[in-house]
């Protein structure tokens, strides 16, 4: 027989096999160089036409999936997803060379029927946000806020950068949280409003700001709480710091914003809604209608204060004080626990026609130098204090009553008598020294134009030594009487001891030793005196006082001297007698005893 070759085999069309033949039953491959020596059968497997979609990233800080070079079958879909890196955005996706801005803002694309080769190329930039405006959820690298503008969180945000707030820049939070490695920074008299109820935090994973970086919050700032519950300052909030405002609107019960022990407000401390419990030290304090303050402990106030009809101020039982360096004011009408109006050359300028309560005390301690002015915000027309009890002391007082009774004001001024219900006092002190008194002793309340009188007696043995009325000398009086008073006085008496004097003297014919006036305080003991006859003498006397003789005594000592005292001696000449005798037959003459001195 003769055997031929198959060059080529045409296929015109498919016919459908009876059986499915699958792929691990086409293991042997034809050879249509062999000759064919019997029936064959051959059976051709088509392949799908591929093409291939090439998926690549410009520049890096983001991801495309799948990438590389991916076949795609002829008529079938592609999708690929384009991913920034943390604080990164799309800023372009090139579909065969063009960007296609729904895949940008979509961060997907999917090629649908491929029939041919495509690229897809994405490339990134920094989410950067900046002016005003709402930040939308995202990651970003920095949001900034400049002078002027005014930046409102959409949602929570994650920063890889910072958060900048520069001074006259607002940014509100709201109750939104901004995450992420970077840092949180303000400057200058910038403005933070804080909704979150931890506040701020200084670290940790609470508060609106959580980001892991520094946390700078500026003592220049101004901080307003914004919240719709309950809330905390936090310890992120500056000890010290400009401005805060209270905006909380929760319901009753809910509004509380609870401040930090000891923070100090330089400039105004403004409730307009909701509830601030504090312990603080304040400048400006302003309540407005729907805001709170409730002490949390006693306060300072170096400005001025107001509080608006409608608002509301709870004391508790602390106190409020006053204690500027210069003019204050207080606007509207407020109960105070303890009212303290701290000492200084200034004026207390009271709303006109408003009451001040003062449930405890109302204390005023100005200087002899430095009066404190009481007066009202419109001339003639007064303001009112209802007040149970006061210590008022140097203080200038005009165009105010008391509406609770009588006030009285020590060292103090009534200015031009224009006062109801002030009872103007002063004080007249009364010292002494030792060993005598001044009654009445201490400090005696003297009504303006009364009298006082005063006793001045030196104790047992004592005598008054000199008194001084204003520090001038009145000489050694045993009372004095103030009159027609119309300032503060003092009087004070110094005092000595009583001495007395002993005078000795001696007759002739002897001494006395000590012979000088000898001075002896009052209860002392003198020093002893002695006595001596000259030669030829004897002591005759010793005479106490000119009447007390106590014979020829040779010494004498004074004790517990109370008087003067004398002491006198006297001597007399020694006598000798001669006693004449004579025997019988004869006579001596005189022959009488003799005496001889």
Known sequence: SRRRHTRYISVTGVQTCALPISDSGLTTAFNFATAITADTTVYAKWNTAGHTVTASVSGGNGTISPSGAVTVNDGADQAFAITPDAGFKIASVL????????????????????????????????????????????????????????????ANVTVVGC??????????????????????????????????????????????????????????????????????????????????????????????????????INGTLTIHDGVYSSHSDYNNVVINNGGTLDLAGAITVSGNWTLDAGGTFTPHNFGV?????GDQALNGSTSFYDLTIA???????????????????????????????LRSSTSGNALSLAVPATTVNYLDVKDSNATAGQITALHSVNSLNNNANWLFNYTLAASSGANGSVTPAGNTTVAYGGSQNYTIVGATGY??????????????????????????????ASFAINTYTITPT????????????????????????????????????????????????????????????????????????????????????????????
């Open 506 to 597: 001696a007759s002739t014919g002897g001494s006395i030793s000590p012979n000088t006036v000898q001075t002896v305080n009052h209860g002392a003991n003198s020093v002893t005196f002695t006595i001596a006859p000259a030669t030829g003498y004897d002591i005759a006397d010793m005479v106490i006082d000119g009447s007390t003789h106590l014979g020829p005594v040779t010494s004498y000592q004074f004790t517990s001297v109370t008087s003067n005292h004398t002491i006198d001696a006297s001597f007399s000449q020694q006598q000798f007698t001669i006693t004449p005798l004579a025997t019988t037959n004869g006579s001596i003459t005189p022959n009488t005893p003799q005496t001889v001195l």
């Open 95 to 154: 579909v065969d060379g063009t960007n296609n801005a729904g895949a940008v803002a979509a961060g997907a694309y999917t090629f649908s029927g491929v029939t041919a080769d495509h690229t897809i190329v994405a490339s990134f930039v920094q989410n950067n946000f900046s002016g005003s405006g709402t930040v939308p959820s995202g990651s970003y690298t920095n949001i900034s806020v400049g002078n002027g503008e005014t930046v409102t969180l959409g």
């Open 463 to 492: 005598h008054v030594l000199d008194v001084l009325i204003d520090l001038v000398s009145a000489g050694a009086v045993s009372s004095y009487n103030f009159t027609n008073v119309s300032q503060d006085h003092t009087i004070s």
């Open 343 to 373: 000492p200084g050359t200034r004026t207390i300028a009271f709303e006109a026609a408003k009451t001040q309560t003062v449930t405890n005390a109302l204390s005023v301690s100005g200087a002899a130098s430095n009066l404190v002015s």
């Open 321 to 325: 004080t006053f204690d500027g360096v």
């Open 163 to 264: 958060v900048t707030v520069d001074g006259g820049g607002t940014l509100d939070m709201g109750g939104y949280v901004i995450s992420g490695p970077g840092c949180f920074t303000t400057t200058g008299a910038s403005t933070i409003k804080i909704g979150s109820p931890a506040g701020i935090t200084s670290s940790g994973a609470s508060g609106n700001v959580q980001v892991t970086g520094t946390r700078t919050y500026n003592a220049d700032a101004d901080y307003v709480y914004n919240g719709t519950s309950n809330q905390a300052v936090g310890n992120g909030l500056p000890s010290e710091i400009a401005n805060l405002t209270i905006d909380n609107s929760g319901a009753d019960g809910s509004n509380t914003v609870t401040g930090n022990s000891g923070q100090k």
